[in-house]
C-alpha cells in the first residue's frame, strides 16, 4: 500500500467509525428529544412508571385542589387525555385555569404524576404591552390586531 492509499483508508475508517458514534447517540437519545409529552403521549408510548419526563398541555378548568398550603394537584389536559398532577412549592405567576403548563417530575405507578418543577406558558399571542405600545407609536401595529391588556387580556 502507498502512503497516498494509506491516508485515505485511515480517513474513511474514522468517518465511518464518527458515523456510527454519532448513529449510535442520536439512537440512545431518541425519547429524550422531546421537550414534553402530552398525557395521550404518554398512554400510547407506555412510559414506564418511575421515569423522569416532562409533562405538557393545559390546566383543566375546576381542577385545582390546594391540599396544604404549599401543596396543589390539577389535571394536565391535551383535550384528548387527562393526567393528574401533584405539585408542592411556589406557583408561577402565570399559572391558572384553562392555561398552558410544562410540568418535570417522576410517572407513579397508579397513573399520576409528580412534579418538582411546573413552568406556566402564555399562548403565542402574547406581547408585553409596553412592546406592544412601541409598534403603535412607531406605526408598525395592524388596526384589528389584539393588543395584550396591562393585566395580560386582550383587546382589540
Known sequence: MTRKQR??????????????????????????????????????????????IRIGGMVENGSLKNTSPTSIEFNVTDYAKTMRVA??????????EGQGVV???????????????????????????????????AGRWKEGEEMPAPDGAYTK
Open 103 to 137: 410540568a418535570e417530575g417522576t410517572l407513579q405507578p397508579d397513573g399520576s404524576f409528580v412534579a418538582d418543577t411546573v413552568l406556566a406558558k402564555h399562548d403565542e399571542k402574547y406581547m408585553p404591552p409596553e412592546v406592544a405600545e412601541s409598534l403603535k407609536k
Open 87 to 96: 405539585y408542592t412549592g411556589i406557583l408561577p405567576d402565570l399559572f391558572r
Open 7 to 52: 491516508r485515505a483508508t485511515f480517513i474513511l475508517l474514522s468517518l465511518a467509525i464518527l458515523g456510527m458514534a454519532a448513529g449510535l447517540v442520536l439512537y440512545a437519545m431518541r425519547d429524550n428529544i422531546v421537550f414534553f409529552y402530552s398525557p395521550s403521549d404518554i398512554i400510547e408510548k407506555s412510559v414506564t412508571p418511575g421515569s423522569r
